[in-house]
T-cell receptor
Framework: GNSVTQMEGPVTLSEEAFLTINCTYT??????LFWYVQYPGEGLQLLLK?????DKGSNKGFEATYRKETTSFHLEKGSVQVSDSAVYFC??????????????FGTGTRLLVSP | DSGVTQTPKHLITATGQRVTLRCSPR?????VYWYQQSLDQGLQFLIQ???????AKGNILERFSAQQFPDLHSELNLSSLELGDSALYFC??????????????FGPGTRLTVL
């Protein structure tokens, strides 16, 4: 089945540093790829998505490009803020027998940003 | 705010008991998904409902069941609870487009603690 591998955390950065969180996937077919974020004590929020190869998803200064040749969807941000401290989950769509999709998640990467 | 609501936010109960978790999807969304987030298993898909009908099952225990009602809200019933059922339970909803571009929006979750 489809699977996602994320880099281990925590990732510890100073404010205004550059962020990369690596995500690679294994999939048959052409899944969509997602980044979700979970702030402390809260639920999952969709951060960005890409639905086909070479698509770039972006939101709130975060970006990720769907790279089919390297099966990757790395999350980047040019300058992190303390408020970006959260757990970030990479996910892909995995077909169900219904024609719909479930999400398969990576293990999550905790980001800690200090002032 | 994703538009998906879940109640209660927290639930503390004892082993052997039964609980019901409730989810209201975003307005217009026909599909509801339930996921479990635990420390050892990560985020895992449990079950999907579409327009009132069960459509797909994932790693859901036989002690667990769900329903989707005519007003499209859903309930997840957990019975004969064990310590290992302690987890964060998320509901997600989507418009239910067939294919990988369908996007799921998550509620804030219900944290279940079994003592």
């Amino acid at each position: 089945g489809n699977s996602v591998t994320q880099m281990e955390g925590p990732v510890t950065l100073s404010e205004e540093a550059f962020l990369t969180i690596n995500c690679t996937y294994t999939a048959t077919g052409y899944p969509s790829l997602f980044w979700y974020v979970q702030y402390p004590g809260e639920g999952l929020q969709l951060l960005l998505k890409a639905t086909k190869a070479d698509d770039k998803g972006s939101n709130k200064g975060f970006e990720a490009t769907y790279r089919k040749e390297t099966t990757s969807f790395h999350l980047e941000k040019g300058s992190v803020q303390v408020s970006d401290s959260a757990v970030y989950f990479c996910a892909l769509s995995d077909p169900l027998n219904t024609g719909f999709q479930k999400l398969v998640f990576g293990t999550g990467t905790r980001l800690l940003v200090s002032p | 705010d994703s538009g998906v609501t879940q109640t209660p936010k927290h639930l503390i109960t004892a082993t052997g008991q039964r609980v019901t978790l409730r989810c209201s999807p975003r307005s217009g969304d026909l599909s509801v998904y339930w996921y479990q987030q635990s420390l050892d298993q990560g985020l895992q898909f449990l079950i999907q409902y579409y327009n009132g009908e069960e459509r797909a099952k994932g790693n859901i225990l036989e002690r667990f069941s769900a329903q989707q009602f005519p007003d499209l809200h859903s309930e997840l019933n957990l019975s004969s609870l064990e310590l290992g059922d302690s987890a964060l339970y998320f509901c997600a909803s989507s418009v239910a487009l067939a294919g990988p571009t369908d996007t799921q929006y998550f509620g804030p979750g219900t944290r279940l603690t079994v003592l």
